[in-house]
Structure formats: structure tokens, C-alpha cells
């Protein structure tokens, strides 16, 4: 692979190695991985250290995502929009921001993303093999980001996470990128006014600790990697890394038809009506170029389910490392080939003060529905029936700030061409763990009552859908609770003759509620979420059996 060393020319005869490549490659990746472990490890909210909703990236000077470890779905895509906010805020060596806006590189407020600009100071990187030392360089080389699901960010209700809210001031303390750190020294100012405005601020403190520490983790290796190899090839590898990953996504594009793809689907409700919410999708493929377009998708609405164009990209790059090889090293240039395009003032690209917290965990689930569903007709032997098409997103807090619970829960994954669907996973924009009963029940005033799969809920075909799960939680306290569901009204649909899923279910002391609806509750109830199990594929007369 040829790699240009000087910006000025395209004719420069070095060359990268395969091997020196290959070793870069996996070498970067492996800095986002150690990220990754250091945040769950040091992170004190078991939403963080247990589920592990969290993800963490490198990205080089001018933005472009280097390498990623493989967590959230829903973060990753989006992640590039914090690091552009964050370099328009002249960054210098030493500073940390943190940022949680939708509206300026965040997805929604819960979501805290912390950004480093990387700068390896001198003295720990020497000579490399290419001869330069480049001492006392403290140029900006990158940056590491981290972003963290984090119990509780103020707002109406307990965990941030309303059922109801119409305005994003409902939704919790909101920040535009700030510098915590400047200069290498923490502000206490800074961090005072977010602890002040948030539930338990103990854990958010602790929580916040621990992405700084993960960015930080990221100097430290990125030095030892210009020790290593010296500055001038690390920072050439970036180009490579890129180059490498998008000619591999490229090929994979140019082998699908050539062609213009359609599907809409509907989110039901918003949490203030529960009218039909329409998201419709035109997918073309041309050459080695994917274009997504959501014209036609309905305006923002009153309710939270407005998501970010960030989002919406997320769900679009997710759908194409599905379609292409999920192998390919998830970086820039994964995504270079693939643009996105949403109407200004629509669901999937809102202006404020649109309420969001809904639209990062159950629009961008539709959005993944919906695009797949376009494909289909171009891939149909890569693309599955429906998933739960849902994060089934339960909250329960005391309002004295004493514990907010957070969790989303697993349900069934749709029926796949040559086998059948995954029970009771998560499916689609996240990949979260579930919490452990023992840590749930230590940590919180909450007591499982069932945690088990929904017999009969995956949709029957030659290969029957995965089975959604039934759980049931006891408060102990008085308290509130959130939820933020879909796949209530409208099952998760089989393919090719296969049978849809089972809608799901929640219930509060056995009775039925809305899918988006915050209530409080006294000592005592039970939230029992019941969720959808995953589409059915084929002819049924022809499972094997």
C-alpha cells in the first residue's frame, strides 16, 4: 500500500509494509481496547463497570477516527461530531473537554463524551526506525475520546431518561463542550457545577475519573508507539489504517446491484401522542458509494424521539458493517464511502430545543430497521428478519438522588437466512451486557423476581426468530419509574414467508402500561418488561426438525 509521507506531493515512492501495516494496525486498536478496560475497571456505576455502556475511540489531528474498540453501536458513529466540536474550541495540549449536547456533538444528555487532545510529551519518544526523533514536539497528534452512559444527569426525573419531556431542558443538565481540564490542571469550578446539578454525585464524580483516566491511558501508549516506531510512521500509519479499511469497504460496496432501495417503517408514538411517527428511507447504491436519504421521514415532534443526525448515521454505518465485513478494521474509512441526509427540522435532524433522549436509544433502533429493510432487496441473503427493534429502556430512581437504575434489556433477534435468531441478546444500536442479579440486587434497593426467556415469543419460519425475555423487579423504596419501549403495537416482522415476533409487554403490579411512560410507584410494586422476540425466516413447512 502506498502511503504519501508528504502532504505536498502524491508521487513520494515510500512505501508501508504489509507487516509494519498489520502491526500498526492492531497496535492502535489495541490502545482503544485498553481505553475501553480501563473505564469499565475505574467506572463506580454498575450502568458503566457491569453493562458496560460505554465506548471509547482514537482519532488523529484532523478528526478522523483511527481506531475504535468494539462497545456501543449508537456511540461510535456519532463520536466524530464531538471531536469536530471539540477541535473548534482551539484545544491545546493538557486540556480535557467534556460535552453532552445533542445539538453540538453529543447524542443525549446521559451520554458524557470526554475528548483529549493527544500531545506525547518529549522524552519518551525516541528515535524510531525512519531516523527522526522530532524532540520537544507537543503538536496536537490526536485525540481520545471516551463516552459513558451515565446514571444520571439531572432533569424532570430520576436517571434522566422522561418518558414525557418536550424540551431538552427537561432532560438533564446539558453541556456544549467545556474545558474540565486546561493546561493539565483540573478546574474544580468546572466539575463543582456539574456534580451540583446531577443525582448521586458521588458516582458521577467517580465515573468521570474514570474517563479521564481511560483518555489518558491513550497518551501514555500512543508514546510508547512513537518510541517504537518514531513519530513520523505512527502518524503515517493513521493515513494507512484509513486507507486500508475504506478500499476494503469499497470492494465490498461495488459487489452489491447497482440501485435505488425504499422502505418506511413507524415509531409508535412519541411519549405526548401515540399517533404513527413515519421514518422512510431511499438507499442508493452506486459504484462504491452508498447514499442514504430520509426524506419523506416525519418532522420533529413534541415528544423525545427526535434524534440527532449523528444518530441517524450511526444506525446507517452499523447497517453497512452488517452488510459488508464486519472484519474490515472499524475506522474513517469505514464510513468515508457513506453519506447520510436528513430534512433540516425532521425527526432524524431536529433543532432545539427538541427534546432527544428517546431518539439515541429507540429511533436509531427503527432507523437500523428501516435501512436494512431497504437493502434487503439488494442483499437479501445478508440481511435478517427483524430484531426486537427496541432497547426496552427501564429507569427506576428516588428522587432524593439516593440510587438511579438504569438498564436496557435484551430480547430477540431476528431469523437469519441459514439459521435461526439469538435469544434473549441485544439486538441493533447497542451491545450492552445485562446487569448481574447479584450486583443489581447489592447496589439498589431492587429485588429480581424473574429474568427469563419468553417461551413461543420468536417468529416461526424454516429458521424461527430469537426469543424475547420477561423480567421483574421489585422496588423496596418509593420510587420512580421510566420507560422508553417500542414493539408494543407492531410485532418485529418476518421475511420470505417467515412469521412475525411477539410484541412486547410492560406491567406495573400485573397491569398493562404505555411503552413511554414515567409513574411513581410506593414500596412494593413490580415492573414486569416483557420484550419482543425476533422475526421468522422462511416457509415454515420447510424447518428441519
Given at each position: 500500500?502506498?502511503?504519501?509521507?508528504?502532504?505536498?506531493?502524491?508521487?513520494?515512492?515510500?512505501?508501508?509494509?504489509?507487516?509494519?501495516?498489520?502491526?500498526?494496525?492492531?497496535?492502535?486498536?489495541?490502545?482503544?481496547?485498553?481505553?475501553?478496560?480501563?473505564?469499565?475497571?475505574?467506572?463506580?456505576?454498575?450502568?458503566?463497570?457491569?453493562?458496560?455502556?460505554?465506548?471509547?475511540?482514537?482519532?488523529?489531528?484532523?478528526?478522523?477516527?483511527?481506531?475504535?474498540?468494539?462497545?456501543?453501536?449508537?456511540?461510535?458513529?456519532?463520536?466524530?461530531?464531538?471531536?469536530?466540536?471539540?477541535?473548534?474550541?482551539?484545544?491545546?495540549?493538557?486540556?480535557?473537554?467534556?460535552?453532552?449536547?445533542?445539538?453540538?456533538?453529543?447524542?443525549?444528555?446521559?451520554?458524557?463524551?470526554?475528548?483529549?487532545?493527544?500531545?506525547?510529551?518529549?522524552?519518551?519518544?525516541?528515535?524510531?526506525?525512519?531516523?527522526?526523533?522530532?524532540?520537544?514536539?507537543?503538536?496536537?497528534?490526536?485525540?481520545?475520546?471516551?463516552?459513558?452512559?451515565?446514571?444520571?444527569?439531572?432533569?424532570?426525573?430520576?436517571?434522566?431518561?422522561?418518558?414525557?419531556?418536550?424540551?431538552?431542558?427537561?432532560?438533564?443538565?446539558?453541556?456544549?463542550?467545556?474545558?474540565?481540564?486546561?493546561?493539565?490542571?483540573?478546574?474544580d469550578d468546572v466539575r463543582s457545577l456539574l456534580?451540583?446539578?446531577?443525582?448521586?454525585?458521588?458516582?458521577?464524580?467517580?465515573?468521570?475519573?474514570?474517563?479521564?483516566?481511560?483518555?489518558?491511558?491513550?497518551?501514555?501508549?500512543?508514546?510508547?508507539?512513537?518510541?517504537?516506531?518514531?513519530?513520523?510512521?505512527?502518524?503515517n500509519g493513521f493515513d494507512a489504517v484509513i486507507?486500508?479499511?475504506?478500499?476494503?469497504?469499497?470492494?465490498?460496496?461495488?459487489?452489491?446491484?447497482?440501485?435505488?432501495?425504499?422502505?418506511?417503517?413507524?415509531?409508535?408514538?412519541?411519549?405526548?401522542?401515540?399517533?404513527?411517527?413515519?421514518?422512510?428511507?431511499?438507499?442508493?447504491?452506486?459504484?462504491?458509494?452508498?447514499?442514504?436519504?430520509?426524506?419523506?421521514?416525519?418532522?420533529?415532534?413534541?415528544?423525545?424521539?427526535?434524534?440527532?443526525?449523528?444518530?441517524?448515521?450511526?444506525?446507517?454505518?452499523?447497517?453497512?458493517?452488517?452488510?459488508?465485513?464486519?472484519?474490515?478494521?472499524?475506522?474513517?474509512?469505514?464510513?468515508?464511502?457513506?453519506?447520510?441526509?436528513?430534512?433540516?427540522?425532521?425527526?432524524?435532524?431536529?433543532?432545539?430545543?427538541?427534546?432527544?433522549?428517546?431518539?439515541?436509544?429507540?429511533?436509531?433502533?427503527?432507523?437500523?430497521?428501516?435501512?436494512?429493510?431497504?437493502?434487503?432487496?439488494?442483499?437479501?441473503?445478508?440481511?435478517?428478519?427483524?430484531?426486537?427493534?427496541?432497547?426496552?429502556?427501564?429507569?427506576?430512581?428516588?428522587?432524593?438522588?439516593?440510587?438511579?437504575?438504569?438498564?436496557?434489556?435484551?430480547?430477540?433477534?431476528?431469523?437469519?437466512?441459514?439459521?435461526?435468531?439469538?435469544?434473549?441478546?441485544?439486538?441493533?444500536m447497542t451491545n450492552t451486557l445485562n446487569t448481574?442479579?447479584?450486583?443489581?440486587?447489592?447496589?439498589?434497593?431492587?429485588?429480581?423476581?424473574?429474568?427469563?426467556?419468553?417461551?413461543?415469543?420468536?417468529?416461526?419460519?424454516?429458521?424461527?426468530?430469537?426469543?424475547?425475555?420477561?423480567?421483574?423487579?421489585?422496588?423496596?423504596?418509593?420510587?420512580?419509574?421510566?420507560?422508553?419501549?417500542?414493539?408494543?403495537?407492531?410485532?418485529?416482522?418476518?421475511?420470505?414467508?417467515?412469521?412475525?415476533?411477539?410484541?412486547?409487554?410492560?406491567?406495573?403490579?400485573?397491569?398493562?402500561?404505555?411503552?413511554?411512560?414515567?409513574?411513581?410507584?410506593?414500596?412494593?410494586?413490580?415492573?414486569?418488561?416483557?420484550?419482543?422476540?425476533?422475526?421468522?425466516?422462511?416457509?415454515?413447512?420447510?424447518?428441519?426438525?
Amino acid at each position: 500500500m502506498t502511503v504519501n509521507t508528504d502532504e505536498t506531493t502524491d508521487t513520494d515512492d515510500r512505501r508501508m509494509d504489509p507487516v509494519t501495516l498489520e502491526v500498526l494496525r492492531n497496535q492502535l486498536e489495541g490502545i482503544a481496547e485498553e481505553m475501553g478496560q480501563t473505564l469499565i475497571r475505574g467506572a463506580y456505576s454498575p450502568n458503566i463497570k457491569e453493562r458496560r455502556d460505554c465506548s471509547t475511540a482514537l482519532f488523529d489531528a484532523d478528526g478522523r477516527m483511527i481506531a475504535q474498540a468494539e462497545h456501543i453501536p449508537v456511540h461510535l458513529g456519532a463520536m466524530p461530531a464531538a471531536v469536530d466540536a471539540v477541535r473548534e474550541c482551539d484545544p491545546e495540549p493538557g486540556d480535557v473537554f467534556v460535552l453532552n449536547d445533542p445539538f453540538t456533538g453529543g447524542t443525549h444528555l446521559p451520554d458524557v463524551t470526554m475528548v483529549s487532545p493527544l500531545a506525547p510529551g518529549n522524552g519518551r519518544d525516541g528515535e524510531g526506525d525512519d531516523g527522526d526523533s522530532d524532540r520537544g514536539d507537543r503538536d496536537i497528534v490526536g485525540y481520545a475520546v471516551s463516552r459513558a452512559h451515565h446514571a444520571d444527569v439531572g432533569g424532570m426525573t430520576p436517571g434522566s431518561m422522561p418518558a414525557g419531556s418536550r424540551e431538552i431542558h427537561q432532560e438533564g443538565l446539558r453541556l456544549p463542550p467545556t474545558r474540565l481540564v486546561a493546561g493539565g490542571r483540573l478546574r474544580d469550578d468546572v466539575r463543582s457545577l456539574l456534580l451540583a446539578n446531577v443525582r448521586n454525585p458521588r458516582e458521577r464524580r467517580a465515573d468521570l475519573r474514570a474517563q479521564q483516566a481511560a483518555n489518558e491511558r491513550a497518551e501514555s501508549r500512543l508514546a510508547d508507539l512513537f518510541a517504537e516506531h518514531g513519530r513520523e510512521i505512527v502518524r503515517n500509519g493513521f493515513d494507512a489504517v484509513i486507507e486500508y479499511s475504506r478500499e476494503r469497504v469499497e470492494r465490498e460496496i461495488e459487489a452489491l446491484p447497482d440501485g435505488s432501495y425504499e422502505a418506511t417503517d413507524v415509531l409508535e408514538g412519541d411519549g405526548v401522542t401515540d399517533d404513527d411517527v413515519e421514518i422512510a428511507a431511499t438507499v442508493t447504491i452506486d459504484g462504491t458509494r452508498i447514499d442514504v436519504d430520509f426524506s419523506g421521514t416525519a418532522g420533529q415532534v413534541a415528544g423525545n424521539l427526535n434524534a440527532p443526525l449523528a444518530v441517524a448515521k450511526s444506525a446507517v454505518y452499523f447497517v453497512v458493517r452488517c452488510l459488508t465485513d464486519p472484519e474490515i478494521p472499524p475506522n474513517h474509512g469505514c464510513y468515508e464511502p457513506v453519506t447520510v441526509s436528513a430534512p433540516d427540522g425532521s425527526l432524524l435532524d431536529p433543532r432545539p430545543p427538541a427534546a432527544v433522549v428517546g431518539g439515541n436509544v429507540e429511533t436509531s433502533q427503527r432507523v437500523t430497521d428501516v435501512v436494512f429493510t431497504a437493502l434487503a432487496t439488494a442483499a437479501p441473503e445478508r440481511v435478517p428478519a427483524q430484531g426486537q427493534g427496541t432497547m426496552n429502556n427501564l429507569t427506576i430512581g428516588a428522587r432524593d438522588g439516593s440510587f438511579t437504575y438504569y438498564e436496557t434489556i435484551g430480547g430477540g433477534f431476528g431469523a437469519r437466512p441459514d439459521r435461526d435468531g439469538m435469544d434473549g441478546v441485544q439486538v441493533g444500536m447497542t451491545n450492552t451486557l445485562n446487569t448481574p442479579i447479584e450486583s443489581l440486587e447489592t447496589e439498589y434497593p431492587l429485588r429480581v423476581e424473574r429474568y427469563a426467556l419468553r417461551e413461543g415469543s420468536g417468529g416461526r419460519g424454516r429458521f424461527r426468530g430469537g426469543l424475547g425475555l420477561e423480567r421483574s423487579v421489585t422496588v423496596e423504596t418509593d420510587a420512580t419509574v421510566s420507560l422508553l419501549t417500542e414493539r408494543r403495537r407492531y410485532a418485529p416482522r418476518g421475511v420470505a414467508g417467515g412469521e412475525d415476533g411477539a410484541t412486547g409487554e410492560n406491567l406495573i403490579d400485573g397491569e398493562s402500561v404505555p411503552a413511554k411512560t414515567t409513574v411513581d410507584v410506593p414500596a412494593g410494586s413490580t415492573i414486569t418488561v416483557r420484550t419482543p422476540g425476533g422475526g421468522g425466516h422462511g416457509d415454515l413447512d420447510e424447518r428441519e426438525e
